[in-house]
């Protein structure tokens, strides 16, 4: 879907630039996969694996379970059918699930089974990054702690690094040590997990996180803050920082360049200049 918006983008709007790169470390190296040619990617993409957010649509409901699982196994190692079978079983249980279950299709399962079976084809090749697409967001509530757990207990077991892309800030709180706000495509708040969900410092951080529903009805009300009018394209953006139309301590300074991305505190960066006056 990336792909194709971007293609289509080019077509409408051939003026608008599309910039930026997603590098990665790899061992003693830095891959970038925006320059990379495609036919390269194929040595990389056994250590980046994906988990979809639609537990229906993203298995193929033709082909069994053991199939789904050792799909990538085929691609990218050059196990006999016997090992393949032996790591199926294992990988199964490893997600919490039966090998007699293998044998079985999509259809026969509930939603957060097959976002098991999901976890399980992601890991399957001892990947080192897992990109994880609102991983939990077609699940029932009752499911999410589930699979949620299930991801942060893998993720110790085999060393992963998780990249979380969500919008429940309360199920990114708990799985995520590192946490990156953005709005229009630009990242205005990095920081620890604690410190950027206990104590945002951009105004649109600030604003999501009062947006987040207090679980118990005892405590004050720490005051929503209602952001007013309509998110800009990411097509024509605002000049300047992206987030003045919207912000409450927007100034006119805010409209002449886009704000620098600095550190405020250790580790904690924020995209704001009327932040860093104040502080």
């Keep these: 879907v990336g792909r194709a918006m971007i293609n289509i983008l080019r077509h409408v709007a051939p003026d608008v630039e599309i910039g930026g790169s ?3 470390h790899f061992d003693d190296r830095i891959v970038d996969f925006s320059k990379l ?13 994906m988990i979809f957010q639609d537990p229906y649509a993203s298995l193929n409901p033709r082909m069994t379970v053991a199939q ?3 799909e990538p196994l085929k691609l990218h190692t ?15 249980e490893k997600v919490g699930m039966q090998n007699e279950q293998a044998r079985r299709y999509p259809h026969e ?18 990947p080192d990054l897992i990109i ?15 699979v949620i757990n299930l991801m942060m207990d893998l993720q110790d077991e085999f060393d992963l690094s998780f990249l979380f892309i969500a919008h429940d ?33 951009h105004p649109y951080s600030q604003a999501l996180i009062s947006a987040v529903p207090l679980p118990d009805p005892k405590k004050k009300d720490k005051g929503r803050i209602v952001l007013e009018g309509d998110i800009p ?32 505190a250790k580790d904690h960066w924020v995209a704001c200049p009327v932040v860093r006056e104040a502080n």
């Design 132 to 146: 994880c697409d609102e991983p939990v967001s077609a699940l029932d509530v009752s499911i999410q702690a589930q």
């Design 37 to 49: 040619h495609p036919k390269h990617m194929r040595q990389y993409r056994s250590r980046v694996q």
């Design 68 to 70: 789904i699982i050792s």
């Design 233 to 264: 394209t990411p097509t024509n953006k605002p000049s300047g920082c992206g987030f003045r139309t919207r912000c409450q301590i927007a100034k006119k300074s805010c409209a002449e360049a886009e704000p620098a991305f600095e550190e405020h």
């Design 169 to 201: 800030l309360s199920v990114v709180e708990h799985i995520s040590t590192r946490i990156a706000v953005m709005y229009l495509g630009n990242i205005v708040e990095l920081g620890d997990a604690k410190e950027v969900y206990h104590n945002p410092r």
């Design 78 to 92: 050059k196990m006999n059918p016997k090992e393949m079978q032996d790591r199926v079983g294992w990988l199964l």
């Design 22 to 24: 997603i590098e990665y």
């Design 109 to 126: 399962f509930s939603g957060g089974q097959r976002q098991r079976v999901g976890i399980a084809r992601a890991i399957a090749t001892n």
